[in-house]
């Protein structure tokens, strides 16, 4: 069965350090990729997404996230945190032309002064 | 850029009522939109695909009958849940698909059963 594993619940990191999201997928073909962030009071916002071509994938707010087949993960990235990124932040998995998405558990982003 | 609307953000019912949440997509016409669950410390779940004019596609598990989905138009869907009980409260979103197939999501409605 499809799946997708988010291994980290929450994760501490201080303000102006670099952030690494784990996300590992479990799927046959290659899956739709996609990054979702979740911050309080809000719905959820589109980061980035993953469909073909560069597996270094560029976002908004200076995220990025590489795709690695050979891994089965979509890690997301940021070189310097802000506090404003603390915020809960989803990987996703599309399957089929449908879009119809798998989730994650979601990892918590907490952001130390 | 798209935007689409959840109403109400927030609602309380009474064990035994119904109650209804809409989604819809202010400036772009939906063909599909897709209804998901967010359990608490557990990520989004999938309910039901509803596509504009048809039947919603409802997922393993869910109740057809006591979630009922609506697509009436390319602009709006419903979701209801019947005969609400405490186990139904939960965090409720919806995603419409635009153009390009991007999908947007809605804030996300609060449902709470007393």
């Known amino acids: 069965a499809q799946s997708v594993t988010q291994p980290d619940i929450h994760i501490t990191v201080s303000e102006g350090a670099s952030l690494e999201l784990r996300c590992n997928y479990s799927?046959?073909?290659?899956?739709?990729l996609f990054w979702y962030v979740q911050s309080p009071g809000q719905g959820l916002q589109l980061l980035l997404k993953?469909?073909?071509?560069d597996t270094l994938v560029q976002g908004i707010k200076g995220f990025e996230a590489e795709f690695k087949r050979s891994q089965s993960s979509f890690n997301l990235r940021k070189p310097s945190v802000h506090w404003s990124d603390a915020a809960e932040y989803f990987c996703?998995?599309?399957?089929?032309?449908?879009?119809?998405?798998?989730w994650g558990a979601g990892t918590k982003l907490i952001i130390k002064p | 850029g798209a935007v689409v609307s959840q109403h109400p953000s927030w609602v309380i019912c009474k064990s035994g009522t119904s109650v209804k949440i809409e989604c819809r997509s202010l400036?772009?016409?939906?063909?599909?939109m897709f209804w998901y669950r967010q359990f608490p410390k557990q990520s989004l779940m999938l309910m039901a695909t509803?596509?504009?004019?048809?039947?919603?596609?409802?997922e393993q598990g869910v109740e057809k009958d006591k979630f009922l989905i609506n697509h009436a138009s390319l602009t709006l869907s419903t979701l209801t849940v019947t005969s609400a009980h405490p186990e139904d409260s939960s965090f409720y979103i919806c995603?419409?698909?635009?153009?390009?197939?991007?999908?947007?999501f809605g804030e996300g409605s609060w449902l709470t059963v007393v």
């Open positions: 509803s596509n504009e004019g048809s039947k919603a596609t409802y």
């Open positions: 799927y046959g073909a290659t899956p739709y």
């Open positions: 996703a998995v599309g399957m089929d032309s449908n879009y119809q998405l798998i």
């Open positions: 995603s419409a698909m635009g153009s390009g197939n991007t999908i947007y």
């Open positions: 993953y469909f073909s071509g």
């Open positions: 400036d772009f016409q939906a063909t599909t």
